[in-house]
């Protein structure tokens, strides 16, 4: 969902837009796994450097600028929602998730929706619709429930609503 915003190239980007805008308008939490920030950071470098080649070569100022717009991204996701903080019992949960959905990243995802205790997975990602443990829609679904007001549940876990604060508390019974 998060590289379909930050992507203009990629065809749910419209629909991923009005579906933030709507969970803002309404005050529903979103949340992503924290490793997301460094795949939608290094996609949204790659993948936009990649469009630029295809018209014409990639100069030093285009680099930059690129640069710019990935951290813009990840710092427009940590404004519109909350960061589920890795632990080690996501690596447990995801390897749980194997024999299902045989893929790490995903698995990851799906472990930080379990922990977070996640109303909804909001993905275009086939394999992860069809495999995810909770509720999974695409953004164009989620955003149906949202305006006709179905959606069940739209605010975060306290675990995961003060991430920071959490990740700290949760140091501290191991420390």
Known sequence: MWLDLFLPCRPQRATVDALTKEARRQDASLC??????????????SDNKAWIRKS???????????KHFAWEAVASMREQANAVP?????????????????????????????RAKA??????????????????CTPQRML????TGRAKGTAVSHEVAG???????WLEQYA
């Open 32 to 45: 992503y796994p924290s490793h997301a920030l460094l795949d939608v950071y290094q996609r949204v470098r």
């Open 56 to 66: 014409r070569p990639l100069t030093e100022s285009d680099a930059i600028a690129i």
């Open 86 to 114: 890795a632990v080690d019992a996501d690596i447990w949960l995801a390897c749980r998730f194997r024999d299902e959905h045989d893929d790490l990243e995903d698995d990851l995802v799906l472990a930080a929706c379990q």
């Open 119 to 136: 109303n909804y997975l909001v993905t275009n990602d086939a394999s992860l619709l069809k495999h995810a443990p909770i509720e999974a």
């Open 144 to 147: 149906e429930l949202l305006q």
């Open 163 to 169: 991430s920071s604060d959490w990740f700290y508390r």
